[in-house]
């Protein structure tokens, strides 16, 4: 706990409940609907309601919500289970609102018994048509004022099948004069006669959103329910039910929804991007899904440091997707291995260095001393990056071109003598010199050069296909353009190369290992990667130097 960062509005609100002895401890949740994979929004929210359990010495349930039949898969509660630990917490207990079912059914018959809810007979369209405005009032159902034992009756039959789908509800008898709207006689039942992911066909009634997650807080004795901002008008319903069926007094609180820029963020989206073949699956690279970004090479802390940088407030607003790569590029910085990979490759000569030679020269793995070192195989030929060479060297080119020197990362310095071009007039050789006295560590020739470039040995380096990503959308905010989301993909989103030479040593990294190409950008291994045919995914590009670098000319 950081003492100098001061309290977000819910930290403030547990710190007074603690204090006062209102709870002694706290229990919050995350209760993700299964119809769909995790996104970077609900990262925020795994991360808000694990981190305040942690932070406080209380605890965080699992908790599917899962009253929808119909939308919901196990292979979704698989995938949450996998994101929620890969991002470093541990739930309490992993609980699963249909296991209340029973329960709930119970509520509903003991509101019913306190003349609180009955049983309509209306269509879904005269309910709408009688539920009024937010400034007129509604008007009652007919079956309003059925009496309590009807009710019990009817209610028991919906329970056994008697009824068809949408043929009855069970609502709670409120108000139909309240301003808000949601306490307007709220639906609590529905006749749903399909199979559920868990209960199977035990059920034909479902209870609804408003009459299952505030009891299953209560249920578990949920102290602090964190939900986002839209449930503020749930909320009054939301305590209504706690009073009337007097259980434990969980609390709502609202926060603000994560948005980000060049991206969507809303299951039922995300879905049709999947179905609609957009993206190859939930897990590509370019998704804002837990499971994409694991894949493209995100680690979880950079995650849990966005989450934690952008805060807890009740007010919307859009975060930049940089703010997100800033966090990874600085995770990546420390941890990743750095190596060196050649994207487009073009054939350098050493005209002067022994045919058939190799030599293991010693290069770092990283930033510092810590990371140790790596042989590296040098040869007479290599690959070099293309644009690491000019024809004619514009004005302040310090890499290669006629007559120009550059040092080779942790081997020699070399200087291009000259190149040689295919039928077709491409550059298809450099032909260069290398200076024995400049080793890397041992050079005692006292010259400098400017520029250093990467390499790999043309007869150990082994291929590989390299994925570069870029946004998903063309525009900021997708969801907010006129017509349809989809129109605003960015067609160019993904850019596969599949002629890249990387160093061997990658032969032996799992797609946990992250490295740096140096000047290349961060990488990883594809879970489609394997030894015959390596394939990596391009993290986020580096903060770049060698960009800059490049404008300036
Ligand atoms: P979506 O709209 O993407 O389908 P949802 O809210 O329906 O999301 P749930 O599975 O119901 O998805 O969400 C589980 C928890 O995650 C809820 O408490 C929800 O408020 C929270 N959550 C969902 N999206 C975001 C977001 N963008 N930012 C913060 N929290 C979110
Ligand atoms: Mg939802």
Request: charged share 30%; aromatic share 10%.
């Given at each position: 706990?950081?003492?100098e960062?001061?309290?977000?509005?819910i930290?403030e609100?547990?710190e007074a409940?603690?204090?006062?002895?209102?709870y002694?401890?706290i229990?919050t949740?995350?209760?993700?609907?299964?119809?769909?994979?995790?996104?970077?929004?609900?990262?925020?929210?795994?991360?808000l309601?694990?981190?305040?359990?942690?932070?406080?010495?209380?605890?965080?349930?699992l908790?599917f919500?899962?009253?929808?039949?119909?939308?919901?898969e196990?292979?979704?509660?698989?995938s949450?289970k996998?994101?929620?630990?890969?991002?470093?917490?541990?739930?309490?207990k992993?609980?699963?609102?249909s296991?209340?079912f029973?329960?709930?059914y119970?509520?509903?018959?003991d509101?019913?018994?306190?003349?609180?809810?009955y049983v309509d007979?209306?269509?879904?369209?005269?309910?709408?048509?009688?539920?009024?405005?937010p400034?007129?009032?509604?008007?009652?159902?007919?079956?309003?004022?059925?009496?309590?034992?009807?009710?019990l009756?009817?209610?028991?039959?919906?329970k056994?099948?008697?009824?068809?789908?949408?043929e009855?509800?069970?609502?709670?008898?409120?108000?139909?004069a309240?301003?808000?709207?949601?306490?307007?006689?709220?639906?609590?039942?529905r006749?749903?006669?399909?199979?559920?992911h868990r209960?199977?066909?035990?059920?034909?009634i479902?209870p609804?959103?408003?009459?299952?997650h505030?009891?299953?807080?209560?249920?578990?004795?949920?102290?602090?329910?964190?939900?986002?901002?839209?449930?503020?008008?749930?909320?009054?319903?939301?305590?209504?039910?706690?009073?009337?069926?007097?259980?434990?007094p969980?609390q709502?609180?609202?926060f603000?929804?994560?948005?980000?820029?060049?991206?969507?963020?809303?299951?039922?989206k995300?879905?049709?991007l999947?179905?609609e073949?957009?993206?190859?699956s939930?897990?590509?690279?370019?998704?804002p899904t837990?499971?994409?970004?694991?894949?493209?090479g995100?680690?979880?802390?950079?995650?849990r440091?966005?989450c934690?940088?952008?805060g807890v407030a009740?007010?919307?607003?859009?975060i930049?997707?940089?703010?997100?790569?800033?966090?990874?590029?600085?995770?990546l910085n420390?941890?990743a291995?750095?190596?060196?990979?050649?994207?487009?490759?073009?054939?350098?000569?050493?005209?002067n260095?022994?045919d058939?030679?190799?030599e293991?020269?010693?290069?770092?793995?990283?930033?510092d001393?810590?990371?140790?070192?790596?042989?590296?195989?040098?040869?007479?030929?290599?690959?070099?990056?293309?644009?690491?060479?000019m024809?004619?060297?514009?004005?302040?080119?310090?890499r290669l071109a006629?007559?120009?020197?550059v040092?080779?990362k942790s081997?020699?310095i070399?200087?291009?003598?000259?190149?040689?071009?295919?039928?077709?007039?491409?550059?298809?050789?450099?032909?260069?010199?290398?200076?024995?006295?400049?080793?890397?560590?041992?050079?005692?020739?006292g010259?400098?050069?400017?520029?250093t470039?990467?390499?790999v040995s043309?007869?150990?380096?082994v291929p590989?296909?390299?994925r570069?990503?870029?946004?998903?959308?063309?525009?900021?905010?997708?969801?907010a353009?006129?017509?349809?989301?989809?129109?605003?993909?960015?067609?160019?989103?993904?850019?596969?190369?599949s002629?890249?030479?990387v160093?061997h040593?990658l032969l032996?990294?799992?797609?946990?290992?992250?490295y740096q190409?140096?000047?290349?950008?961060?990488?990883?291994?594809?879970?489609?990667?394997?030894?015959s045919?390596?394939?990596?995914?391009?993290?986020?590009?580096?903060?770049?130097?060698?960009s800059k670098?490049?404008?300036?000319?």
């Amino acid at each position: 706990m950081s003492e100098e960062k001061s309290l977000n509005f819910i930290e403030e609100i547990i710190e007074a409940d603690l204090e006062s002895g209102k709870y002694k401890t706290i229990l919050t949740r995350f209760p993700p609907e299964p119809n769909g994979y995790l996104h970077i929004g609900h990262a925020k929210s795994i991360c808000l309601n694990f981190g305040l359990g942690l932070k406080y010495g209380g605890k965080t349930n699992l908790r599917f919500d899962d009253t929808n039949p119909v939308k919901e898969e196990t292979e979704y509660v698989d995938s949450i289970k996998e994101d929620v630990q890969w991002l470093g917490f541990n739930w309490e207990k992993e609980l699963y609102a249909s296991d209340y079912f029973e329960q709930l059914y119970l509520f509903a018959v003991d509101l019913i018994k306190k003349g609180l809810a009955y049983v309509d007979d209306s269509s879904a369209e005269e309910i709408a048509s009688l539920k009024g405005t937010p400034t007129v009032p509604g008007m009652d159902s007919a079956n309003r004022s059925r009496t309590i034992d009807e009710n019990l009756q009817l209610f028991a039959q919906m329970k056994a099948g008697k009824y068809a789908d949408g043929e009855k509800v069970l609502r709670a008898k409120i108000d139909m004069a309240s301003p808000n709207m949601h306490m307007r006689d709220p639906l609590l039942y529905r006749i749903k006669h399909a199979h559920h992911h868990r209960t199977g066909d035990a059920w034909c009634i479902y209870p609804m959103y408003d009459f299952a997650h505030g009891q299953s807080d209560s249920i578990e004795n949920i102290t602090h329910s964190i939900c986002t901002l839209e449930f503020i008008p749930h909320r009054e319903l939301y305590d209504w039910m706690i009073d009337k069926l007097e259980i434990f007094p969980s609390q709502q609180y609202e926060f603000a929804r994560l948005n980000m820029t060049y991206t969507v963020m809303s299951k039922r989206k995300l879905l049709q991007l999947v179905t609609e073949g957009h993206v190859q699956s939930w897990d590509d690279p370019r998704m804002p899904t837990i499971s994409g970004m694991r894949r493209r090479g995100f680690t979880a802390e950079s995650i849990r440091t966005f989450c934690d940088k952008i805060g807890v407030a009740r007010r919307e607003n859009m975060i930049d997707f940089s703010l997100l790569e800033f966090c990874l590029r600085e995770d990546l910085n420390k941890s990743a291995l750095r190596v060196m990979g050649v994207l487009d490759p073009l054939k350098l000569i050493i005209t002067n260095y022994p045919d058939g030679q190799t030599e293991e020269l010693v290069s770092e793995n990283g930033p510092d001393e810590a990371y140790g070192t790596r042989i590296v195989p040098f040869s007479k030929e290599l690959w070099v990056e293309r644009e690491d060479f000019m024809e004619e060297a514009a004005k302040k080119w310090f890499r290669l071109a006629p007559g120009a020197a550059v040092r080779l990362k942790s081997a020699y310095i070399i200087k291009c003598d000259g190149f040689t071009k295919d039928a077709n007039g491409i550059v298809n050789e450099i032909h260069c010199s290398y200076l024995p006295e400049t080793k890397s560590g041992h050079d005692t020739s006292g010259m400098s050069v400017k520029g250093t470039i990467h390499w790999v040995s043309v007869t150990h380096a082994v291929p590989a296909e390299v994925r570069l990503y870029e946004r998903l959308f063309k525009v900021e905010n997708p969801a907010a353009e006129d017509g349809d989301f989809k129109e605003y993909i960015n067609e160019d989103s993904l850019k596969i190369i599949s002629n890249a030479w990387v160093e061997h040593s990658l032969l032996s990294g799992t797609t946990a290992t992250r490295y740096q190409f140096l000047r290349k950008g961060y990488f990883c291994l594809d879970k489609e990667s394997a030894a015959s045919k390596l394939v990596f995914n391009r993290t986020v590009t580096l903060k770049d130097a060698w960009s800059k670098e490049v404008k300036k000319h």
